[in-house]
């Protein structure tokens, strides 16, 4: 019962470094989310895949490219690393839009440098 | 626009007394609302939901949550606290048409005294 699964768990860059998270998940859900999580502001849309074919830009884009690469994967990639984007980044999906709830993996912690 | 606003970002209670965690949402359409729990390290889990059945909805590990419209409040309850029940918890809305788009609270650490 995999669920949701992250990689990597833990990563530090250095500034301007890019780096790929992947997320994959085995329940045949349709829709994928990328979020972020700080410290006083709770989880922070990212980018959204409603479907497998399509993305969208969530709450916080900028600095932040997705790929939905099949049904099951949905990547987030940062090009240039800044600061700023030290975050924890948790990948989600429902069978399809908000009324199932989420499930989620368990985050990349990622510190930039 | 939908929000949701947790008061309270800590709040601490005695093993064995009630759990009360706070939620009051805004939305334009009758929302579908959620509470998440997250323990330490972990990705956020599905305590509990509303999607417009009924009001009183009860969840995992004894908690439950009640929608009252009038008070546009959806508040997370347990009678009796557990020390396994420390974590930090999120409440979420979304709205029951279009895109349905979620949007989290900023969390409450509860933590559970001896």
């Known amino acids: 019962n995999a669920g949701v699964t992250q990689t990597p768990k833990f990563q530090v860059l250095k500034t301007g470094q890019s780096m790929t998270l992947q997320c994959a998940q085995d329940?045949?859900?349709?829709?994928m989310y990328w979020y972020r999580q700080d410290p006083g502001m709770g989880l922070r849309l990212i980018y959204y895949?409603?479907?497998?074919?399509?993305?969208d830009k969530g709450e916080v884009p900028n600095g932040y490219n997705v790929s939905r690469l099949n049904k099951r994967e949905f990547s987030l990639r940062l090009e240039s690393a800044a600061p700023s984007q030290t975050s924890v980044y948790f990948c989600?999906?429902?069978?399809?839009?908000?009324?199932?709830?989420?499930?989620f993996g368990s985050g990349t912690r990622l510190t930039v440098v | 626009a939908q929000s949701v606003t947790q008061l309270g970002s800590h709040v601490s209670v005695s093993e064995g007394a009630l759990v009360l965690l706070r939620c009051n949402y805004s939305?334009?359409?009758?929302?579908?609302l959620f509470w998440y729990v997250q323990y330490p390290n972990q990705g956020l889990q599905l305590l509990l939901k509303?999607?417009?059945?009924?009001?009183l909805v009860k969840g995992i590990n004894g908690f439950e949550a009640e929608f009252k419209k009038s008070e546009t409040s959806f508040h997370l309850t347990k009678p009796s606290a557990h020390m396994s029940d420390a974590a930090e918890y999120f409440c979420?809305?979304?709205?029951?048409?279009?895109?349905?788009?979620?949007?989290f609270g900023t969390g409450t650490k509860l933590q559970v005294i001896p």
């Open positions: 989600a999906s429902s069978p399809t839009q908000g009324a199932y709830g989420y499930t």
């Open positions: 329940m045949n859900h349709n829709s």
């Open positions: 895949s409603a479907s497998e074919g399509t993305t």
């Open positions: 939305s334009s359409v009758p929302p579908y």
């Open positions: 509303y999607t417009s059945a009924a009001t």
């Open positions: 979420a809305v979304s709205d029951s048409g279009g895109y349905q788009k979620v949007t």
